[in-house]
Protein backbone atom coordinates (compact mmCIF):
# COMPACT_ATOMS: atom_id res chain seq x y z
CA UNK A 1 0.00 0.00 0.00
CA UNK A 2 1.04 3.30 -1.08
CA UNK A 3 1.75 6.23 1.49
CA UNK A 4 -0.63 8.11 -0.17
CA UNK A 5 -3.16 5.19 -0.27
CA UNK A 6 -2.58 5.05 3.87
CA UNK A 7 -2.86 8.69 4.35
CA UNK A 8 -6.40 8.42 2.47
CA UNK A 9 -7.59 5.44 4.79
CA UNK A 10 -6.53 7.43 7.94
CA UNK A 11 -8.84 10.54 6.55
CA UNK A 12 -11.51 8.61 6.13
CA UNK A 13 -11.46 6.90 9.17
CA UNK A 14 -11.29 10.23 11.05
CA UNK A 15 -14.16 11.43 8.83
CA UNK A 16 -16.29 8.44 10.07
CA UNK A 17 -15.19 8.94 13.78
CA UNK A 18 -16.25 12.37 13.38
CA UNK A 19 -19.32 11.65 12.39
CA UNK A 20 -20.33 9.37 14.24
CA UNK A 21 -19.37 11.86 17.90
CA UNK A 22 -21.59 14.00 16.21
CA UNK A 23 -24.33 11.94 15.80
CA UNK A 24 -23.71 10.53 19.28
CA UNK A 25 -24.05 14.23 20.45
CA UNK A 26 -26.88 15.50 18.42
CA UNK A 27 -28.68 12.40 20.08
CA UNK A 28 -28.06 13.79 23.27
CA UNK A 29 -28.99 17.09 22.44
CA UNK A 30 -32.07 16.05 21.26
CA UNK A 31 -33.50 14.03 24.07
CA UNK A 32 -36.25 17.41 24.44
CA UNK A 33 -37.62 17.06 20.73
CA UNK A 34 -38.67 13.42 22.12
CA UNK A 35 -40.11 15.02 25.28
CA UNK A 36 -43.21 13.16 25.33
CA UNK A 37 -41.18 9.76 25.88
CA UNK A 38 -39.49 11.53 28.78
CA UNK A 39 -42.38 12.29 30.20
CA UNK A 40 -44.50 9.37 29.52
CA UNK A 41 -41.96 7.54 31.71
CA UNK A 42 -41.79 10.49 34.22
CA UNK A 43 -45.61 10.19 34.51
CA UNK A 44 -45.43 6.20 35.21
CA UNK A 45 -42.89 6.80 37.92
CA UNK A 46 -45.00 9.63 39.52
CA UNK A 47 -48.55 7.71 38.97
CA UNK A 48 -46.91 4.70 40.88
CA UNK A 49 -45.76 7.20 43.77
CA UNK A 50 -49.43 8.28 43.96
CA UNK A 51 -50.68 5.17 44.04
CA UNK A 52 -48.30 4.13 46.85
CA UNK A 53 -49.03 7.24 48.62
CA UNK A 54 -52.90 6.05 47.88
CA UNK A 55 -52.73 2.62 49.23
CA UNK A 56 -50.19 3.05 52.30
CA UNK A 57 -52.72 6.16 53.04
CA UNK A 58 -55.71 3.46 51.98
CA UNK A 59 -57.08 2.68 55.95
CA UNK A 60 -58.79 -0.77 56.49
CA UNK A 61 -62.45 -0.43 56.95
CA UNK A 62 -64.03 -1.39 60.26
CA UNK A 63 -67.44 -3.08 60.14
CA UNK A 64 -69.94 -0.87 62.57
CA UNK A 65 -73.29 -1.50 63.39
CA UNK A 66 -75.33 1.41 64.52
CA UNK A 67 -78.68 2.05 65.57
CA UNK A 68 -81.17 4.66 65.59
CA UNK A 69 -84.79 5.56 66.85
CA UNK A 70 -88.12 6.65 64.39
CA UNK A 71 -88.06 10.22 64.98
CA UNK A 72 -85.63 13.35 65.08
CA UNK A 73 -83.14 11.23 66.60
CA UNK A 74 -82.26 9.49 64.01
CA UNK A 75 -83.05 11.81 60.98
CA UNK A 76 -79.49 13.14 60.81
CA UNK A 77 -77.97 9.96 59.87
CA UNK A 78 -79.88 9.80 56.66
CA UNK A 79 -77.22 11.34 54.15
CA UNK A 80 -74.84 8.69 56.27
CA UNK A 81 -77.41 5.94 55.07
CA UNK A 82 -77.49 6.67 52.29
CA UNK A 83 -73.76 6.44 51.53
CA UNK A 84 -73.39 3.69 53.00
CA UNK A 85 -75.63 1.93 51.17
CA UNK A 86 -73.95 2.66 47.85
CA UNK A 87 -70.36 1.88 49.89
CA UNK A 88 -69.17 5.20 49.94
CA UNK A 89 -68.35 5.86 53.23
CA UNK A 90 -65.09 5.63 55.42
CA UNK A 91 -66.32 2.42 57.55
CA UNK A 92 -69.01 -0.45 56.66
CA UNK A 93 -71.57 0.98 57.99
CA UNK A 94 -74.52 -1.04 58.70
CA UNK A 95 -77.75 0.99 60.18
CA UNK A 96 -80.74 -0.70 62.70
CA UNK A 97 -83.57 1.48 62.58
CA UNK A 98 -85.97 1.16 65.87
CA UNK A 99 -88.99 2.27 66.77
CA UNK A 100 -88.98 1.33 70.69
CA UNK A 101 -85.16 2.29 72.44
CA UNK A 102 -85.47 -0.86 74.39
CA UNK A 103 -84.19 -2.33 71.02
CA UNK A 104 -81.38 -0.08 71.27
CA UNK A 105 -80.66 -0.38 74.63
CA UNK A 106 -80.57 -3.81 74.78
CA UNK A 107 -78.38 -4.09 71.58
CA UNK A 108 -75.68 -1.60 73.32
CA UNK A 109 -75.65 -3.52 76.82
CA UNK A 110 -75.32 -6.98 74.96
CA UNK A 111 -72.50 -5.23 72.68
CA UNK A 112 -74.84 -6.20 69.44
CA UNK A 113 -74.34 -1.85 68.52
CA UNK A 114 -71.11 -0.17 68.45
CA UNK A 115 -72.66 3.12 68.00
CA UNK A 116 -76.11 4.77 68.56
CA UNK A 117 -78.03 7.78 68.59
CA UNK A 118 -80.23 7.67 71.81
CA UNK A 119 -82.44 10.25 73.78
CA UNK A 120 -79.84 12.02 76.44
CA UNK A 121 -81.40 10.54 79.35
CA UNK A 122 -81.41 7.08 78.07
CA UNK A 123 -77.26 7.36 77.47
CA UNK A 124 -77.03 8.34 81.10
CA UNK A 125 -79.29 5.23 82.41
CA UNK A 126 -76.93 3.00 80.42
CA UNK A 127 -73.92 4.12 81.45
CA UNK A 128 -75.13 3.83 85.12
CA UNK A 129 -76.22 0.72 83.97
CA UNK A 130 -73.12 -1.23 82.59
CA UNK A 131 -70.93 0.73 84.64
CA UNK A 132 -69.22 3.09 82.39
CA UNK A 133 -69.23 0.95 78.79
CA UNK A 134 -71.31 3.65 77.23
CA UNK A 135 -69.64 7.01 76.62
CA UNK A 136 -71.53 10.23 74.71
CA UNK A 137 -69.71 11.43 72.18
CA UNK A 138 -71.68 14.25 70.51
CA UNK A 139 -75.25 16.19 70.51
CA UNK A 140 -77.39 15.19 67.88
CA UNK A 141 -80.72 16.95 68.11
CA UNK A 142 -81.67 19.79 71.03
CA UNK A 143 -84.70 20.66 71.77
CA UNK A 144 -87.98 19.36 69.83
CA UNK A 145 -90.95 20.17 72.17
CA UNK A 146 -93.22 23.18 71.16
CA UNK A 147 -96.25 24.42 73.03
CA UNK A 148 -99.29 24.44 70.48
CA UNK A 149 -102.66 25.74 70.73
CA UNK A 150 -106.12 26.49 68.43
CA UNK A 151 -106.28 30.33 70.05
CA UNK A 152 -104.24 32.94 69.90
CA UNK A 153 -104.60 33.85 73.35
CA UNK A 154 -100.24 32.11 74.32
CA UNK A 155 -97.48 33.95 73.04
CA UNK A 156 -95.24 33.76 76.71
CA UNK A 157 -95.19 31.32 79.31
CA UNK A 158 -96.59 33.66 81.80
CA UNK A 159 -99.57 33.42 79.44
CA UNK A 160 -100.10 30.00 80.79
CA UNK A 161 -101.12 30.80 83.96
CA UNK A 162 -104.48 29.18 84.87
CA UNK A 163 -104.81 27.09 81.73
CA UNK A 164 -104.56 23.15 80.99
CA UNK A 165 -102.04 21.95 79.00
CA UNK A 166 -102.32 17.99 77.45
CA UNK A 167 -99.25 16.32 77.05
CA UNK A 168 -97.98 13.03 76.74
CA UNK A 169 -94.69 12.09 78.58
CA UNK A 170 -95.60 11.43 81.88
CA UNK A 171 -93.07 10.62 84.43
CA UNK A 172 -90.41 11.04 81.62
CA UNK A 173 -88.38 13.99 79.80
CA UNK A 174 -91.29 16.15 78.37
CA UNK A 175 -92.66 16.54 82.24
CA UNK A 176 -89.30 17.44 83.63
CA UNK A 177 -88.52 19.62 80.64
CA UNK A 178 -91.83 21.20 80.99
CA UNK A 179 -91.31 21.49 85.12
CA UNK A 180 -88.18 23.38 84.70
CA UNK A 181 -89.00 25.45 82.02
CA UNK A 182 -92.24 26.91 84.04
CA UNK A 183 -90.58 27.03 86.93
CA UNK A 184 -87.79 29.37 85.76
CA UNK A 185 -90.79 32.22 84.71
CA UNK A 186 -91.76 31.62 87.74
CA UNK A 187 -94.69 28.91 87.67
CA UNK A 188 -94.89 26.31 89.86
CA UNK A 189 -96.69 23.17 87.89
CA UNK A 190 -98.54 21.78 90.27
CA UNK A 191 -100.32 25.51 91.52
CA UNK A 192 -100.46 27.76 89.03
CA UNK A 193 -101.94 25.96 85.85
CA UNK A 194 -102.71 21.90 85.48
CA UNK A 195 -101.37 19.63 83.14
CA UNK A 196 -102.86 16.47 81.67
CA UNK A 197 -100.90 13.77 80.68
CA UNK A 198 -102.17 11.31 78.14
CA UNK A 199 -100.40 7.91 76.54
CA UNK A 200 -100.43 8.70 72.72
CA UNK A 201 -99.68 11.63 70.72
CA UNK A 202 -102.74 11.03 68.88
CA UNK A 203 -104.83 11.07 71.95
CA UNK A 204 -103.32 14.99 72.36
CA UNK A 205 -104.13 15.25 68.73
CA UNK A 206 -107.98 14.38 69.05
CA UNK A 207 -108.56 17.23 72.43
CA UNK A 208 -106.80 19.96 69.62
CA UNK A 209 -109.23 19.11 66.98
CA UNK A 210 -112.38 18.94 69.57
CA UNK A 211 -111.47 22.21 70.79
CA UNK A 212 -110.90 26.41 70.02
CA UNK A 213 -108.99 26.97 72.70
CA UNK A 214 -107.23 24.10 73.61
CA UNK A 215 -103.41 24.23 74.97
CA UNK A 216 -101.04 21.09 74.20
CA UNK A 217 -97.47 20.23 74.53
CA UNK A 218 -96.13 18.04 71.85
CA UNK A 219 -92.65 17.13 70.24
CA UNK A 220 -91.44 17.23 66.48
CA UNK A 221 -92.05 15.65 63.94
CA UNK A 222 -96.43 14.69 65.56
CA UNK A 223 -96.44 19.14 65.66
CA UNK A 224 -95.84 19.05 62.09
CA UNK A 225 -98.37 16.01 61.92
CA UNK A 226 -101.24 17.67 63.99
CA UNK A 227 -100.65 21.18 62.30
CA UNK A 228 -101.05 19.12 58.66
CA UNK A 229 -104.31 17.62 60.02
CA UNK A 230 -105.89 20.70 61.94
CA UNK A 231 -105.34 24.14 60.35
CA UNK A 232 -106.27 25.78 63.36
CA UNK A 233 -103.12 24.87 65.46
CA UNK A 234 -100.12 26.80 64.99
CA UNK A 235 -97.05 26.76 67.34
CA UNK A 236 -97.21 29.56 70.25
CA UNK A 237 -94.12 28.87 72.44
CA UNK A 238 -91.24 27.09 71.22
CA UNK A 239 -89.57 25.49 74.40
CA UNK A 240 -85.86 25.27 73.26
CA UNK A 241 -85.91 29.10 72.73
CA UNK A 242 -87.57 30.22 76.37
CA UNK A 243 -85.24 27.82 77.56
CA UNK A 244 -81.85 29.09 76.50
CA UNK A 245 -83.46 32.42 77.14
CA UNK A 246 -83.13 31.62 80.59
CA UNK A 247 -79.92 29.92 80.62
CA UNK A 248 -77.84 30.16 78.23
CA UNK A 249 -75.55 27.56 79.26
CA UNK A 250 -77.83 24.32 78.64
CA UNK A 251 -80.58 23.76 76.65
CA UNK A 252 -82.68 20.79 75.95
CA UNK A 253 -80.66 17.98 74.93
CA UNK A 254 -82.93 15.53 73.21
CA UNK A 255 -81.19 13.51 71.40
CA UNK A 256 -77.20 12.06 71.95
CA UNK A 257 -74.66 9.54 70.17
CA UNK A 258 -73.19 6.68 72.01
CA UNK A 259 -70.53 4.79 71.59
CA UNK A 260 -69.66 0.99 73.29
CA UNK A 261 -66.53 1.87 75.45
CA UNK A 262 -64.97 -1.32 73.85
CA UNK A 263 -65.40 -0.83 70.81
CA UNK A 264 -63.91 2.84 71.16
CA UNK A 265 -60.82 1.54 72.83
CA UNK A 266 -60.34 -1.04 69.96
CA UNK A 267 -61.26 1.65 67.15
CA UNK A 268 -60.68 5.25 68.17
CA UNK A 269 -59.98 6.36 64.27
CA UNK A 270 -62.96 4.89 63.03
CA UNK A 271 -65.28 6.72 65.76
CA UNK A 272 -63.64 10.03 65.06
CA UNK A 273 -64.56 8.62 61.21
CA UNK A 274 -67.61 8.09 61.84
CA UNK A 275 -68.02 11.51 63.62
CA UNK A 276 -66.98 13.41 60.75
CA UNK A 277 -69.33 12.10 58.22
CA UNK A 278 -71.91 12.16 60.61
CA UNK A 279 -71.73 16.06 60.88
CA UNK A 280 -71.60 16.14 56.99
CA UNK A 281 -74.98 13.98 57.25
CA UNK A 282 -76.42 16.34 59.55
CA UNK A 283 -75.56 19.58 57.68
CA UNK A 284 -76.63 17.79 54.50
CA UNK A 285 -80.15 17.14 56.80
CA UNK A 286 -80.62 20.55 57.40
CA UNK A 287 -79.41 22.32 54.24
CA UNK A 288 -81.33 19.93 51.60
CA UNK A 289 -84.56 19.56 53.04
CA UNK A 290 -86.47 18.31 50.43
CA UNK A 291 -83.61 15.31 49.66
CA UNK A 292 -83.22 14.56 53.47
CA UNK A 293 -87.19 14.15 53.78
CA UNK A 294 -87.08 11.52 50.94
CA UNK A 295 -84.10 9.68 52.66
CA UNK A 296 -85.88 9.94 55.76
CA UNK A 297 -89.19 8.50 54.59
CA UNK A 298 -86.77 5.75 52.39
CA UNK A 299 -85.10 4.54 55.71
CA UNK A 300 -88.27 4.25 57.64
CA UNK A 301 -87.55 6.94 60.25
CA UNK A 302 -91.16 9.10 59.23
CA UNK A 303 -93.38 10.08 55.91
CA UNK A 304 -91.29 12.25 53.98
CA UNK A 305 -94.11 14.92 53.75
CA UNK A 306 -94.24 15.58 57.43
CA UNK A 307 -90.10 15.40 57.77
CA UNK A 308 -90.31 18.28 55.04
CA UNK A 309 -92.18 20.69 56.89
CA UNK A 310 -90.75 19.76 60.37
CA UNK A 311 -86.99 19.58 59.72
CA UNK A 312 -86.10 23.56 60.42
CA UNK A 313 -87.82 22.75 63.66
CA UNK A 314 -86.21 19.57 64.93
CA UNK A 315 -82.62 21.24 65.90
CA UNK A 316 -80.33 18.92 64.12
CA UNK A 317 -77.18 19.43 64.97
CA UNK A 318 -73.60 17.74 66.10
CA UNK A 319 -72.42 19.07 69.14
CA UNK A 320 -68.59 17.66 70.84
CA UNK A 321 -66.26 17.64 73.20
CA UNK A 322 -66.35 20.71 75.65
CA UNK A 323 -69.62 22.18 74.77
CA UNK A 324 -71.27 18.72 74.15
CA UNK A 325 -70.22 18.06 78.07
CA UNK A 326 -71.17 21.01 79.56
CA UNK A 327 -74.27 21.49 77.61
CA UNK A 328 -75.08 17.58 78.47
CA UNK A 329 -73.86 18.00 82.21
CA UNK A 330 -76.71 20.99 82.82
CA UNK A 331 -79.56 19.09 81.12
CA UNK A 332 -79.38 16.03 83.08
CA UNK A 333 -78.88 18.23 86.47
CA UNK A 334 -82.11 19.35 86.07
CA UNK A 335 -83.28 15.69 85.23
CA UNK A 336 -81.63 14.54 87.94
CA UNK A 337 -82.80 17.37 90.25
CA UNK A 338 -86.46 16.22 89.75
CA UNK A 339 -85.72 12.63 89.59
CA UNK A 340 -82.59 10.40 90.10
CA UNK A 341 -84.17 7.74 88.11
CA UNK A 342 -84.46 9.85 85.17
CA UNK A 343 -80.63 9.39 84.84
CA UNK A 344 -80.37 6.14 86.20
CA UNK A 345 -79.72 6.70 90.06
CA UNK A 346 -76.82 8.72 89.51
CA UNK A 347 -75.12 11.27 87.10
CA UNK A 348 -72.59 10.11 85.44
CA UNK A 349 -68.89 11.03 86.09
CA UNK A 350 -66.43 12.51 83.61
CA UNK A 351 -65.49 9.58 81.74
CA UNK A 352 -69.02 8.92 80.43
CA UNK A 353 -67.75 12.20 77.98
CA UNK A 354 -65.32 10.97 74.88
CA UNK A 355 -63.72 13.92 74.15
CA UNK A 356 -61.77 13.74 71.14
CA UNK A 357 -57.94 14.44 71.39
CA UNK A 358 -56.71 17.87 70.06
CA UNK A 359 -60.39 18.75 69.04
CA UNK A 360 -61.59 22.31 70.64
CA UNK A 361 -64.69 22.60 68.62
CA UNK A 362 -67.54 23.35 70.22
Avoid at 46 to 55: E, F, M, T, W
Avoid at 184 to 203: F, H, N, R, S, V
Wanted: with cysteine; proline share 3%; hydrophobic share 40%.
Amino acid sequence: MTKKTRLILIMTTILLFTVTAIGGCNKKDNIPNNQNIGETKEETNSDKGLLSDDISDEKEKVDINIAALKGPTGMGMVKLMEDAEKNDTLHNYKFTVAGEADIISTGLVKGEFDIAAVPCNLASVLYNKTEGQIKIAGINTLGVLYIVETGSNINEIEDLRGKTIYSTGYGTTPQYTLNYLLSLYGLDPEKDLTIEYKTEATEVAAVLENSTDAVAMLPQPYVTTVMMNNERVRIAIDIEKEWTAQNQDTGVVTGVVVVNSEFLKNYPEAVRDFLSEYEKSAEFVNNDVDKAAELIEKFGLFKAAVAKKAIPFCNITLIRDSRMKEMVEGYLNVLYEQNPNAVGGALPADDFYYMAEGDSRS
